[in-house]
């Protein structure tokens, strides 16, 4: 059950940051504080917002030359 929840509150920050430009720290860190220990969310949030932000530049570059 947990993992599912993890796996929304994750989605649902991205498609944030995604369509903003930011907010996943936001929005995500709160609801996982309520599964983590605040060392572990803490890390797990600093992961994904990195992976993310290393991820959408080579998406923006495929629309930004497509135009």
């Not at 930011?22 to 605040?38: C, E, N, R, V, Y």
């Amino acid at each position: 059950m947990d993992t599912w929840i993890f796996f929304v509150i994750i989605l649902i920050a991205s498609i944030l940051q995604t369509s903003t430009g930011f907010g996943f720290s936001i929005l995500a860190t709160p609801f996982l504080l309520l599964i983590f220990d605040p060392a572990e969310s803490i890390q797990i949030n600093l992961i994904l917002s990195l992976v993310i932000s290393c991820a959408l530049p080579k998406f923006e570059r495929k629309l930004i030359l497509q135009s």
